[in-house]
T-cell receptor, first 114, second 116 residues
Framework: AQSVSQHNHHVILSEAASLELGCNYS??????LFWYVQYPGQHLQLLLK??????LVKGIKGFEAEFIKSKFSFNLRKPSVQWSDTAEYFC????????????FGTGTQLKVEL | GAVVSQHPSWVICKSGTSVKIECRSL??????MFWYRQFPKQSLMLMAT?????????EQGVEKDKFLINHASLTLSTLTVTSAHPEDSSFYIC????????????FGPGTRLTVT
């Protein structure tokens, strides 16, 4: 069974600091990769996704992620975080041809301080 | 973007009773809906995949007789927690996939279930 690991459970940053959240998955076949964000009291929203093509994916709100197949990784980055980025971030993986089922990582709680 | 709603947003029920949670795709037709459970400070755990007009596919370890799923139309799926117990207390989240658009899921706001 595939699994998704997010190594940072809690991250605290000051505004304008750079962000990188790690995500690794275990499945060796073709995958589709996602990052979702859950702001306090709100539902999950898609930040960005990778299906194929350019491994550097740009999403909403200045976020980007890079798919490195050799490392089974899909790390999320943002060059300068804002207080409003405080949220929980989930990496998710879908096995191509696996019927749309998502496997989520355990999430990373990001707190951005003023 | 596509909108998914859930009703109710929270519910408290007594042990032994059943409770139904609705998931609706408001502005699109969803061939597939998913039901997740989220424990406090933990990730989402997929419970089942629901396809319109067919029986739901449950993940390993999820009791299909306890968590009844019905997907009667392309815009509505329901999850009924039968004979609820305090350990069923959790946050239940549904998501929906657009017809013809594979892999992207749109999530509902979740339903907080508390069983007393």
């Amino acid at each position: 069974a595939q699994s998704v690991s997010q190594h940072n459970h809690h991250v605290i940053l000051s505004e304008a600091a750079s962000l990188e959240l790690g995500c690794n998955y275990s499945y060796g076949g073709t995958v589709n990769l996602f990052w979702y964000v859950q702001y306090p009291g709100q539902h999950l929203q898609l930040l960005l996704k990778y299906f194929s093509g350019d491994p550097l994916v740009k999403g909403i709100k200045g976020f980007e992620a890079e798919f490195i197949k050799s490392k089974f990784s899909f790390n999320l980055r943002k060059p300068s975080v804002q207080w409003s980025d405080t949220a929980e971030y989930f990496c998710a993986v879908n096995r191509a041809g696996g019927g749309n089922k998502l496997t989520f990582g355990t999430g990373t709680q990001l707190k951005v301080e003023l | 973007g596509a909108v998914v709603s859930q009703h109710p947003s929270w519910v408290i029920c007594k042990s032994g009773t059943s409770v139904k949670i609705e998931c609706r795709s408001l502005d699109f037709q969803a061939t597939t809906m998913f039901w997740y459970r989220q424990f406090p400070k933990q990730s989402l755990m997929l419970m089942a995949t629901s396809n319109e007009g067919s029986k739901a596919t449950y993940e390993q370890g999820v009791e299909k007789d306890k968590f009844l799923i019905n997907h009667a139309s392309l815009t509505l799926s329901t999850l009924t927690v039968t004979s609820a117990h305090p350990e069923d207390s959790s946050f239940y989240i549904c998501s929906a996939s657009l017809a013809g658009e594979s892999y992207e899921q749109y999530f509902g706001p979740g339903t907080r279930l508390t069983v007393t």
